[in-house]
């Protein structure tokens, strides 16, 4: 990606992103989805940010993307989540693991918005341990039948397209082979019941859903990769979603900073602005640090990343990608928080 096509993209992004603000906004408050985004993503030609241009896409390096991702993250957490769901797990497994078919009948309708993607590997009982995933698929004709229930699922309530992952129906209870494998799933078919999951903590302005499989056909063609070859599939589309994950935290860290810097100005306290005050200029200081460490370790992940993307055959690059995109999103979230936490000392009573 050259430079202009660089500088182009990043300003897509922050065009979409001062449109976006307002209905994020009124939205949080109103504890819904953001119905907003999609169209807006579609609008700025967003919804394909590092899928190459043969299929559409905006072709971005992995450090470019992460770069959208942190602005995009400014404007929330919930909205940021739809680009993850929806690219870094759903788009890229099919482009990484996908067979040319595959990938000429699906990218290019994901990256105009015509389909929405999402990733469908946890589950009620499994949690984060694929290893006990009850969702099950056999084989019929030229058809799978897939069987089970997938649960908070980003995208779920809203995908047209879900990369889906399953154990062969023998192998459940009875010693046989658990090598999952991964399916295409298109949802608009009979047997898929839907429930958006709206009883969150955080991220209201994103979907979060749950959905289950009943004799569910999906076609021969749509298995994804060769079978039982879910787990790496899995894991190796994880690693770049820990990376969306950290990108957008540092979204949060830099809007927090803006936020905070502005307020404390404009607020009077004691005859002066608050800025002035020597523990807001402590709480102000420290998500600045927050802010530069996170933007280093991140910046490094996504380098290890696309040096990782650029020579997949290489196991050592491969493992430094693994741990620092892990490192980043642990220190990532928990710099978050802590200058989440620091914006609401700054705001006091309207915090």
């Not at 979409?16 to 993503?41: G, M, T, W």
């Amino acid at each position: 990606m050259d430079r202009q096509a660089k500088e182009k993209l990043l300003a897509d992004v922050e065009a979409f992103c001062q449109e976006v603000r307002p209905s994020e906004e009124l939205c949080y408050a109103e504890h819904k989805y953001n119905d907003q985004a999609i169209p807006l993503a579609k609008k700025h030609d967003l919804l394909g940010i590092p899928i190459p241009t043969e299929y559409g896409g905006r072709g971005a390096d992995v450090v470019t993307y992460a770069r959208a991702l942190a602005r995009i993250g400014r404007e929330g957490t919930g909205v940021r989540t739809l680009f993850s769901g929806h690219t870094s797990i759903g788009q890229l497994p099919i482009l990484n693991w996908g067979n040319d078919e595959q990938k000429r009948r699906y990218l290019p309708r994901t990256v105009r918005g015509e389909l929405i993607c999402a990733f469908g590997l946890t589950e009620p009982e499994a949690g984060s341990n694929p290893l006990e995933l009850q969702m099950t698929y056999e084989r019929r004709g030229d058809n799978f039948l897939l069987n089970g229930v997938k649960y908070l699922i980003s995208n779920g309530g809203i995908a047209d397209v879900i990369v889906t992952f399953a154990y062969p129906k023998d192998a459940v209870g009875n010693g046989g082979s658990r090598r999952m494998s991964a399916f295409i799933v298109e949802t608009h078919n009979e047997g898929i019941f839907k429930e958006d999951l709206h009883a969150k903590i955080g991220m209201p302005t994103a979907n979060t859903a749950m959905f289950e499989l009943r004799d569910y056909s999906v076609p021969a063609d749509n298995l994804l990769g060769d079978e039982g070859n879910g787990f790496r599939i899995a894991m190796h589309t994880l690693v770049g979603g820990r990376l969306s994950v950290a990108a957008g935290c540092l979204g949060v860290i830099e809007d927090c900073l803006t936020e905070a810097c502005e307020y404390a100005k404009q607020r009077s306290q004691h005859g002066k602005p608050i800025a002035k005050h020597q523990l807001v200029q402590q709480h102000i200081a420290q998500i600045e640090i927050d802010r530069v460490t996170t933007d280093a370790i991140v910046m490094k992940a996504a380098e290890a990343k696309q040096a990782s993307d650029t020579d997949p055959s290489n196991t050592e690059l491969k493992a430094q990608a693994d741990l620092l995109t892990a490192q980043a999103k642990y220190f990532a979230a928990n710099a978050a928080w802590d200058a989440a936490d620091r914006a609401v000392q700054v705001f006091g009573g309207r915090g």
